[in-house]
């Protein structure tokens, strides 16, 4: 099969699998990574690291960190080649304090929303549910124990209705969303149905549950426990359609989460491909997939904060064969003047009906290889330096690449690109697949962008190591 068209169908699959939710996501590529080989590791253990392994950890579930050690990797004189990408998109979450209403007989949910959203989108389509159940176990009464269960029940559960024109003029001026009362979904009729069971923690404080019963129960089939053993829940609505491969000679791929889990798959399948052999790798290759991309990541699990650092030195010191005689701290410093980071979150193509939106000068295309993004007030971080080791690694392994500018009378989105620079103080490249319906629920992609950027991405593993700066 031709590698462009088996990639993209590759891609659609796991989109349909690991959209919804980024603790879906984190399980896939958790998955992804074990069948590979790689060796998970725990952040609450030491670290005992071998060159010539491949590792990785996730973080709270909703982040994923692998790494491969090159065998001739030193920690005096090595590099890190970094890809970064991000697991989370735009998303209707579930009011955890309380999402169970009503109104005029339906069974409702009340909502809060995740990130920049095109809520239109929403609208009149089959909505399942994807995210995280925690379910309470009683292996020992004298231990509060707690299980977390990912579940993805992508079935039309849930429903987003647009109010006919005839009753209103809605539309005249755009389709305009109040997010707290029009994004509300209905689950069905209300149910006088008396639920019993239902585990204290599920019940607010004036005697109500907090989520439909009804969901609740499904939930609970859903992971193989009781009702009353679930103690919390954290959900997203999601789009039921399956991802797919379209258009009429199959140029894209339509679905959900494409940004960024476009980014996600490609740094996966290429640190996989990239370091299949490592007997003459002489850096460690590093993926980061992020959380929280949409809403500034400034958290735990987010690239504002010092997990790309600490993983370095965990690494160096996992390596060390006496880490209290080395300073590690000192080691990882140097280490990062001698490292890269590729941002891999996707661009916007120029769009066919609103061409006038890019500039006249190269707009990056669908189906036209990976894209360098530049802007000089730093929403993207790419430097000369960097951009000309991307262009050079695309040009010697016959990778189209594009460069991409914003007009300068339009607003410019950014990436987690600037934030790991900033936070490691390593330079950084930012690098995406042209795509169009960002941030819409169905989302697109050019079908051979999917390979261009792995073998991009595997690329650059495998030559960093031949690369430097005078």
């Known amino acids: ?20 939710s980024p603790f879906v996501a984190t399980s896939v590529v958790r998955k992804i990574l074990l069948d590979a080989g790689f060796k998970e590791l725990d952040e609450a253990e030491h670290w005992k690291l071998e060159p010539g392994k491949r590792y990785f950890f996730t973080r709270n579930g909703a982040a994923v960190h692998a790494f491969a050690i090159g065998a001739k990797y030193d920690i005096e004189t090595g590099a890190f080649a970094i890809v970064g990408a991000h697991t989370d998109n735009p998303a209707l979450r579930l009011k955890p304090p309380r999402s169970k209403t009503s109104s005029c007989g339906a069974a409702m949910a009340s909502i809060e929303v995740y990130g920049g959203g095109i809520w239109q989108t929403w609208f009149d389509r089959n909505l399942g549910v ?10 020992d009464k004298s231990k509060i124990e707690i299980k977390t269960h990912v579940v993805s029940i992508k079935k039309p559960l849930f429903y987003i209705p647009t109010v006919a024109p005839h009753l209103d003029q809605p539309y005249a001026n755009g389709f305009q969303v109040n997010k707290e009362f029009h994004l509300r979904p209905l689950i069905g009729d209300t149910d006088s149905t008396k639920y019993t069971g239902i585990n204290p923690a599920m019940i607010d404080s004036c005697g109500n549950p907090k989520h439909e019963p009804a969901l609740l ?26 991802a797919t491969v379209g258009g009429i000679r199959g140029d894209y791929v339509f679905g959900q ?13 290429g640190l996989i491909r990239g370091t299949e052999d490592l007997s003459e790798q002489k850096n460690v290759c590093l993926i980061n997939l992020f959380d929280h991309e949409e809403c500034g990541s400034l958290s735990a699990q987010g690239a504002n904060g010092r997990i790309v650092s600490d993983t370095i030195e965990r690494i160096m010191r996992g390596l060390a064969k006496d880490p209290l005689a080395v300073d590690i ?31 006249a000068q190269d707009p990056p295309y669908l189906n036209a290889g990976p894209v360098i ?10 430097d000369a330096e960097g951009s000309a080791i991307v262009t050079l690694i695309c040009k010697k392994h016959g990778i189209p690449i594009q460069e991409f500018v914003i007009r300068q009378d339009t607003n410019c989105g950014t990436t987690i690109g600037p934030t790991t620079g900033a936070q490691t103080g390593i330079r950084t490249v930012d690098i995406g697949n042209a795509q169009l319906c960002m941030h819409s629920i169905r989302e697109m992609l050019g079908a051979k962008d999917v390979e261009y950027m792995i073998r991009l991405i595997n690329a650059f593993f495998t030559d960093y190591s031949s690369i430097s700066l005078m």
């Open 1 to 20: 099969m031709d590698p462009f068209k088996k990639e993209a169908e590759n891609f659609a699959a796991f989109l349909t699998r690991a959209s919804g």
């Open 130 to 139: 994807a995210g995280k159940v925690l379910v309470q176990e009683h292996k």
């Open 217 to 242: 129960a499904l939930l609970a089939e859903e992971v193989g426990a009781e009702l009353g053993d679930i103690v919390g829940v954290d959900l997203r609505l999601c789009d039921c359609e399956p």
């Open 257 to 269: 989460g494409i940004d960024n889990l476009n980014g996600t798959y490609c740094a996966t399948m």
């Open 329 to 359: 701290r000192e080691l990882a410093f140097r280490a990062a003047r001698r490292s890269l980071v590729l941002s891999a979150d996707n661009s916007h193509a120029v769009h066919p009906n609103y061409s006038e939106k890019h500039t």
């Open 373 to 382: 993004k530049h802007n000089v007030n730093q929403r993207y971080a790419s």
